[in-house]
């Protein structure tokens, strides 16, 4: 995901719709024929060709934001953990560690899976593949194939899934990320 803001973003972002919240207290662009669907903690994004794949439910792009937690619990419910966490869970990647700094918690499904620190729109963040999980009381593996961040504020961070086929529009949308209050 590029996640600069380089000036042709913000020109092909110009004639997007803007959706605002200060319930949810985030900013961010959106093409102007997505549909939105607030959630009970979460906020969709839903491309309308995503209307057109019948196996796909749900929407596109999540945005949960979690207010007054500290940063260990945002890492916790967003499944991130530290390297070290990750050592001490024994959840390391199968092919170890490179200089990561994070990790998304893996499952007996799978390992860890290594994230990237980054910058969006001036916000510190974490970045990662979706891992492998199993779910559910018989255990089904489930494999989902997207992303995601974590972006840090001052005392709220903002949780955002993103479906792979989406990348580039999520790539644009995720350059007016804002904050706020």
């Given at each position: 995901?590029?996640?600069?803001?380089?000036q042709t973003t913000k020109t092909e972002t110009l004639n997007w719709e803007t959706y605002r919240s200060e319930k949810y207290g985030f900013e961010i662009k959106y093409p102007p024929n997505w549909q939105i669907a607030e959630g009970t903690d979460f906020i969709g994004f839903r491309s309308?060709?995503?209307?057109?794949?019948?196996?796909?439910?749900?929407?596109?792009?999540?945005?949960?934001i979690w207010k007054n937690i500290s940063k260990e619990d945002a890492l916790l419910n967003s499944a991130f953990e530290t390297k070290e966490e990750a050592v001490r869970e024994q959840d390391v990647p199968l092919g170890g560690f490179g200089n990561e700094k994070y990790l998304v918690r893996g499952s007996s499904a799978g390992p860890a899976v290594p994230a990237k620190e980054i910058t969006i729109n001036?916000?510190?963040?974490?970045?990662?593949?979706?891992?492998?999980?199993?779910?559910?009381?018989?255990?089904?593996a489930g494999a989902s194939e997207g992303k995601q961040i974590l972006i840090m504020g001052v005392g709220e961070y903002a949780y955002i899934r993103i479906e792979t086929s989406y990348f580039e529009i999520f790539g644009k949308m995720?350059?007016?990320?804002?904050?706020?209050k």
């Open positions: 995901i590029d996640t600069s803001t380089p309308p060709e995503w209307d057109k794949e019948p196996k796909l439910d749900g929407p596109t792009i999540t945005v949960s001036g916000y510190p963040a974490i970045i990662s593949e979706m891992p492998t999980r199993l779910y559910g009381a018989e255990g089904y995720i350059a007016t990320f804002k904050f706020v």
